[in-house]
């Protein structure tokens, strides 16, 4: 299973010693599937949590439910167990992805392993409902959209995946270098964290690049060089100009540019 919003993915591995046609039928009750199988196996929807796989040899299905929930930097994830033709089936093991951190589960794993994929691995045994909760960190781009209602885990009590240590978290931040999760590399990484950590004087690092550039400069470029966003870029360089300290012109290419603005 991997847990990586917005979904909770189910590999599911089907074989058979028969060489002729079987049906089996995969289901997980009360939630949604969208199921998608390997060319050697032929899905038929029955209903919204319910497939029918038609395969002869083996083949990979893969199941994916909206079971996932997003709300104050956290995620909360209920991974339910499948059913393939009336029996539920264990939960061996859950990937998750490795911006998660200080993880908690519902029922305890049974170990906690460094995945090669950008990740780790919770061990299970199980054929109940898993709860887990984890801190975002760092918060990737794409996940911008927060449910307002978590999942309310069991009263089992949680198995703690210990706080991360800074050079955890420098280790989870580099594993971006080799897959790109999520599309930044490490440097943009670090200055953006360092960025929100650390209070920056916008104002001042926008007149000192601009003293550098007295040609002038674009809003996308100031944005690009000082790795901010354009909105607050533009909001700093728009208050720049009221005070009367950075100047507004057309440039070449009849876009705008700034500059400072020349002491009478």
């Not at 089996?24 to 038929?44: F, H, M, N, Y």
Request: aromatic share 10%.
């Amino acid at each position: 299973m991997r847990v990586e919003p917005p979904l909770v993915k189910y590999y599911i591995n089907i074989s058979s010693y028969d060489r002729s046609p079987l049906s089996i039928e995969i289901s997980i009750p009360k939630v949604q599937l969208i199921c998608t199988a390997s060319p050697e196996v032929r899905l038929q929807l029955i209903s919204n949590s319910r497939y029918l796989a038609m395969f002869q040899g083996e083949g990979l299905v893969v199941c994916a439910s909206t079971s996932i929930e997003i709300a104050n930097g956290s995620l909360y994830a209920s991974i339910y167990p499948v059913i393939i033709n009336e029996s539920v089936y264990n939960i061996s093991g859950v990937w998750l992805p490795y911006y998660l951190v200080n993880t908690v589960s519902s029922p305890n794993p049974v170990e906690v392993l460094p995945a090669q994929d950008n990740g780790y691995i919770f061990r299970f045994d199980v054929n109940e409902t898993i709860y887990i909760k984890a801190r975002i960190f760092p918060y990737p781009r794409e996940l911008v959209k927060e449910p307002l209602t978590p999942i309310t885990p069991t009263q089992n009590g949680y198995a703690t995946h210990d706080q991360e240590p800074i050079t955890q978290i420098l280790i989870y931040m580099g594993m971006g270098l080799l897959g790109g999760v999520i599309g930044y590399t490490f440097p943009r990484i670090a200055r953006i964290v360092k960025s929100r950590i650390a209070r920056r004087d916008l104002d001042k690092e926008i007149i000192e690049l601009l003293s550098k550039n007295p040609k002038g400069m674009s809003l996308s470029l100031i944005s690009k060089t000082l790795n901010t966003p354009k909105s607050s870029t533009w909001k700093r360089l728009k208050r720049l100009v009221e005070e009367g300290l950075v100047e507004e012109f057309e440039g070449p290419g009849k876009g705008k540019l700034y500059r400072l603005k020349k002491r009478e």
